[in-house]
């Protein structure tokens, strides 16, 4: 296997729960609607018949979507951190106007953690995000919930009710 390509993600014209949905109500051959279907929509080529076989067995079960995509990431050896999110670096352009750009420049150079961006705008924008959320925890307890992150970094949302 190669190393990594995320260019094989580039032919996925749809996500996997859309053809999750397409692939359970099909009625005919669900092998061939795989081949000729499903798996080029999604940017699959050259499916083993192990990985048709499985995919049949998974028809109409919530599995499918994961399976679906683990085939595509596999064949990238794009690596997932969570159910949802790569463990790879992303690169994020920004643009400034005058001496915006300078700023810009300086700022933000080096690698950023996620976390931190939302920091950074608050920063720039003027905006204090800690009082803003205590507000609306006061207005609206039931719907703003708190994020906690365990030892072993898992996310867990904690509801508040009054």
């Known amino acids: 296997m190669i190393g990594y390509n995320p260019l094989v993600l580039k032919a996925a014209n749809a ?40 995919l049949v067995a998974l028809k109409g079960k919530g599995s499918f979507a994961n399976a679906l ?4 990431s596999s064949r990238g050896s794009i690596n997932w951190s969570s159910g949802r999110h790569s463990a790879s ?16 420049k300086v700022e933000m150079s080096g690698n950023w953690d996620n976390s931190e961006l939302p920091l950074y705008i608050e920063k720039r924008l003027g905006l204090d995000l800690a ?8 207005q609206a307890p039931g719907w703003v919930g708190k994020r906690d992150v365990t030892s072993h970094g898992e996310e867990h949302l904690h509801m508040e009710h009054n």
């Open 69 to 72: 995509g683990k085939m595509l």
């Open 15 to 54: 996500s996997t729960e859309p053809l999750a949905s397409l692939f359970s109500a099909c009625n005919g051959n669900a092998a061939e609607y795989l081949k000729t279907t499903i798996l080029p929509t999604y940017g699959v080529t050259n499916p083993k018949e192990s990985e048709i076989a499985q």
């Open 89 to 104: 670096d992303v690169t994020l352009f920004g643009y400034g106007k005058g001496d915006g750009f300078k700023d810009l």
């Open 131 to 138: 009082s803003t959320t205590a507000k609306l925890r006061a």
